[in-house]
């Protein structure tokens, strides 16, 4: 017996009217006014969407196939559905499969052309592009949030707030920077948190944590370690390290659904905390170092022992040594130091009293109540 329906090719106008019956597994389907006779295998007919649970009208196709057979007759919907064993199965579509791969592929191509290549390259200029007062923004704002990373001892500030061991800081700071050209007025703040460590975030905002001025044996060492953040300063190192790391985050942030810029300044503070600088970018932070260092009447040697030191504690996992972990080899920074050391005066940056008013900064600080 043969069944009635329409039949749509996907290419040419209007539709068949056919006849369809079942036979050996096949389902034939005869165009009336086409002379043409289709069979597709009763085991790989699917009904679209869900018109399968429907008795008025069912949609049949095979995967990946445009064409369609349309069953409007109540009796030849429940006939097709008895006919055909495998209407609802999910059945793979190599056609589909084939353009969700192309596709992912595509994007995936498109998305690491952005963040290993556009990204860094666009941050490279851009960071010329930004003006002071801009990149002074952004930077108090990446300083905050890389605050936000380490906690306070209980009962004790963020921000370390000591008058004294503040000033001399400050002072410390004037005489690195006499003389310098920076790009934009330095702002030094020290982070109650036991890392040893010190890191420069964009328009000229310097960020010393307590565990730095614990772990240094002199004042000088402290400024060995500030001039080299420093020049990180005057070479703008931090702003195009936020922007290549901001503009990561902003882009797989913009796939996760956040377009508010948490994310892109999160990761921007997390890098420079770190201090995930190119190998170059530290060489020559060193190299400005020992001229500030040398400028102000402070050996460089002072830095050629620190990472003497670092290196020496490095196997036994110690929290000073990893400071500079990730920079270039301590044995090399050490060597050039001491060339640079070798013709420059050596006066004591901070009086004893100064350098212990610096070790307490943190110690005074206690949380507002």
């Not at 801009?134 to 949030?145: F, H, K």
């Amino acid at each position: 017996m043969a069944h009635r329906g329409w039949y749509l090719d996907g290419e040419r106008a209007g539709r068949f009217a056919a006849r369809v019956t079942a036979a050996e597994g096949m389902l034939e389907i005869a165009l009336e006014d086409a002379d043409e006779t289709l069979r597709w295998p009763l085991e790989e007919i699917r009904a679209l969407g869900d018109t399968a649970a429907g008795q008025e009208r069912l949609v049949l196709r095979l995967p990946g196939q445009d064409p369609r057979l349309v069953l409007e007759d109540a009796g030849t919907v429940a006939w097709a559905r008895s006919a055909c064993p495998k209407l609802t199965a999910r059945s793979r579509d190599p056609a589909g499969l084939r353009r969700v791969l192309l596709w992912s592929g595509g994007a995936a191509a498109v998305l690491a052309l952005l963040l290993f290549a556009a990204i860094p390259l666009l941050s490279n200029r851009m960071a010329r592009w930004i003006p002071p007062a801009a990149e002074a923004r952004l930077g108090a704002a990446i300083r905050d949030q890389a605050g936000l990373f380490f906690d306070a001892p209980e009962g004790e500030a963020r921000w370390c707030s000591d008058r004294a061991g503040l000033a001399a800081l400050g002072k410390m700071a004037d005489r690195l920077t006499r003389g310098a050209d920076l790009p934009y007025p330095l702002e030094i703040a020290v982070l109650n948190a036991p890392a040893v460590n010190a890191f420069a975030a964009p328009g000229g905002h310097v960020v010393v944590m307590r565990g730095l001025l614990d772990g240094a044996e002199s004042a000088e060492e402290v400024a060995a370690v500030l001039a080299h953040e420093l020049g990180h300063v005057a070479h703008r190192d931090p702003a195009r390290l936020a922007l290549r790391s901001a503009g990561t985050a902003a882009v797989l942030g913009l796939a996760a659904g956040d377009v508010m810029g948490a994310a892109a300044i999160a990761a921007a503070a997390r890098a420079l905390s770190d201090a995930h600088y190119a190998r170059d970018a530290e060489t020559a932070a060193d190299a400005y170092a020992a001229e500030r260092l040398a400028a102000a009447g402070v050996s460089p040697a002072a830095l050629a022992s620190f990472f003497d030191r670092m290196a020496a504690e490095a196997g036994g996992g110690s929290r000073l040594a990893a400071l500079f972990a990730s920079h270039p080899a301590l044995g090399e920074r050490s060597r050039a130091a001491r060339e640079a050391a070798a013709h420059s005066a050596d006066r004591p940056v901070l009086s004893p009293a100064e350098w212990a008013a610096l070790q307490q900064v943190c110690r005074r600080t206690r949380a507002r109540p």
